[in-house]
């Protein structure tokens, strides 16, 4: 396995309180997969993303329990330079907002060449060749023109092109993608997610894919994990989830994407808003929000349950009423 995140807790100590931001999350990403991680704001999506690549805002945040296995080894118990060789190199991470991620005093030759220089020991022109040729690599009309340009002298959509080729520069085995496409155009959403899924492919990287939008989701992930208060809630092949999700959580995020075969319907929302982290609520978190809760739902903490699935792969639900949840679905 390339990565597996076994349960990872993370709290973040401030002046009102703790917040329990990640609370037992496990997960796991294969060479060539992609892993979608789903949740509304708050979820913990990010602070898990952060405290795998090693760049969690500490302090307030800490990671108070869990392992983070890249290639076998704890990265948790590394020194901070051995996390840096390996950080970049061997993973890097994609952003949302490239204009706060780029160094705007610098020409984005520069910087995707500076990678090169100091992790290859290249020479400054061998290096503007291979960003030149990454630039390409990213479909950047005129590349070796604009190799020469500052990163605010792009669009929003080329400017993510560019974190795209700053992340693959020096082929790392993993890319975690933080929300990639959120801040652009729909229409340039679909050609950025669809470079990334063939990038992703060619290259046979492990891809975790943090993301709102469930459209793209389907298309591109191979395994669906959802987050509810810093835990996965479900976790599943995608198909598996598209056809019967077996959390009333992950139904309730399906059910609220507009279907082009059911125009003019009203869209579902789920009710109520995301807990308090620093006072998650006893039992299944879920439940004050929850349509099936019963009264074990406010007293004990569903477990991840084993959920037979239809395309092989683990497949796991908390929730004590999961059967319940697929039958109605099916
Ligand atoms: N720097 C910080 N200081 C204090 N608390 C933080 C900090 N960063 C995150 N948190 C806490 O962790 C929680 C989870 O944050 P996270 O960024 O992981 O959410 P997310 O699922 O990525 O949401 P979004 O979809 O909005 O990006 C936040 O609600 C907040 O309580
Ligand atoms: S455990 Fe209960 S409250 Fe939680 S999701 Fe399942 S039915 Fe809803
Ligand atoms: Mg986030």
């Not at 390339?2 to 349960?7: F, I, N, Q, Y």
């Not at 591109?220 to 479900?234: H, K, L, S």
């Not at 139904?251 to 507009?258: A, H, K, M, N, V």
């Amino acid at each position: 396995m390339l990565l597996e995140v076994r349960d990872l807790h993370v709290e973040f100590r401030t002046r009102d309180g703790i917040a329990k931001a990640v609370n037992g999350v496990s997960y796991a990403v294969d060479a060539g997969e992609t892993l979608a991680v789903l949740g509304e704001s708050g979820s913990g999506k990010s602070v898990t993303a952060q405290a795998v690549m090693g760049i969690l805002d500490s302090p307030p945040g800490r990671i108070t329990g869990g392992e983070v296995l890249f290639q076998g080894r704890d990265l948790l118990t590394l020194r901070e330079d051995e996390r840096r060789r390996i950080r970049g190199a061997r993973m890097a991470m994609i952003f949302q907002d490239a204009l706060s991620a780029l160094n705007p005093v610098l020409t984005v030759g520069a910087q995707l060449g500076e990678m090169f220089v100091v992790h290859r020991g290249m020479s400054a022109k061998d290096a503007r060749a291979r960003a030149v040729e990454l630039m390409d690599r990213v479909r950047i009309p005129a590349a070796a023109q604009r190799v020469r340009d500052y990163p605010h002298q792009f669009s929003g959509g080329m400017r993510q092109r560019i974190m795209i080729a700053m992340a693959l520069a020096l082929e790392p085995a993993l890319i975690i993608a933080d929300e990639p496409t959120t801040a652009l155009d729909v229409t340039v959403q679909a050609q950025v997610m669809d470079l990334l899924a063939e990038l992703q492919r060619e290259y046979r990287m492990g891809l975790i894919l943090i993301t709102h939008d469930l459209g793209v989701v389907a298309d591109v992930a191979d395994r669906i994990a959802v987050m509810y208060a810093g835990r996965i809630v479900e976790s599943a092949p995608v198909h598996d989830i598209y056809k019967a999700p077996a959390h009333p959580y992950t139904r309730g995020l399906l059910d609220s994407i507009p279907r082009l075969d059911q125009k003019g319907r009203q869209l579902y929302a789920i009710k109520g808003l995301p807990p308090n982290l620093m006072a998650i609520p006893p039992g299944c978190a879920f439940n004050p929000r929850c349509p099936m809760a019963q009264d074990v739902c406010r007293t004990d903490v569903p477990p991840l349950y084993e959920v037979a699935g239809d395309h092989g792969g683990e497949r796991v639900s908390a929730c004590h009423f999961w059967r319940e949840c697929l039958r109605d679905r099916s």
